[in-house]
């Protein structure tokens, strides 16, 4: 059972273009991460956020954190080559963690 | 700062072979977990370890076992490996607390089973 459904599954953008990713759930979550993977690597917490509506900035990220605590939008301003990799919401309740399958995001120079 | 460390990092074993994923961390986190990672799935938990003496099954435990062997290390067993169980493996750990826990991998491991 998937409790976090993200998309999309892949995108592949230019350099300087915007873009959004999505993390939908049914489930509440006390708190969400979003987390960058590179091939042969673990993943890296980007950002962690605790509270219903909440919006993080992280350089040309922007994160917010759906009012119900349900799901997750990440938005890449004026994406660039380095952000390419893999990212993974991820939804914590109590002890568990329980990731969406991932957004690989290509930034094309 | 080590963070999460584990071993093997690549391993190929035939079906049928018994090996040990080796796991250790330096946070002095309470809660230990192992995942597998394949293709289009994201992340699957396999056990985790709440604190030290206890474990419990994840999503995908079939044909696993794990060991809480102290606060430090969490080891992932295959008894009898088979080819389904070809994936990169990942352990992680958290502090435990509730509020904005943050889970932190280790680098992962290869493992293919022919």
């Known amino acids: 059972t998937q409790l976090l459904e993200q998309s999309p599954q892949f995108l592949s953008i230019q350099e300087g273009e915007n873009l959004t990713v999505y993390c939908n759930s049914s489930?509440?979550?006390?708190?969400l991460q979003w987390y960058r993977q590179e091939p042969g690597e673990g993943p890296v917490l980007l950002v962690t956020?605790?509270?219903?509506?909440e919006v993080k900035k992280l350089k040309r990220l922007t994160f917010q954190f759906g009012d119900a605590r349900k799901d997750s939008s990440l938005h890449i301003t004026a994406a660039q080559p380095g952000d390419t990799g893999l990212y993974l919401c991820?939804?914590?309740?109590?002890?568990?963690?329980?990731f969406g399958t991932g957004t690989s995001l290509t930034v094309i120079p | 700062n080590a963070g999460v460390t584990q071993t093997p990092k690549f391993q190929v074993l035939k079906t049928g072979q018994s090996m040990t994923l080796q796991c250790a961390q330096d946070?002095?986190?309470?809660?230990m977990y192992w995942y597998r990672q394949d293709p289009g799935m994201g992340l699957r938990l396999i056990y985790y370890?709440?604190?030290?003496?206890?474990?419990d099954k994840g999503e995908v435990p079939n044909g696993y076992n794990v060991s809480r062997l102290n606060k430090r290390e969490f080891s992932l067993r295959l008894e009898s490996a088979a080819p389904s169980q070809t994936s990169v493996y990942f352990c992680?750990?958290?502090?435990?607390?509730?509020?904005?826990?943050?889970?932190?991998f280790g680098e992962g491991s290869w493992l293919t089973v022919v």
């Open positions: 946070m002095n986190h309470n809660s």
């Open positions: 489930s509440v979550f006390s708190s």
């Open positions: 991820a939804g914590g309740t109590g002890n568990q963690f329980y």
């Open positions: 956020v605790v509270t219903g509506g």
């Open positions: 992680a750990s958290t502090t435990g607390t509730e509020s904005g826990n943050t889970i932190y």
């Open positions: 370890s709440a604190s030290e003496g206890t474990t």
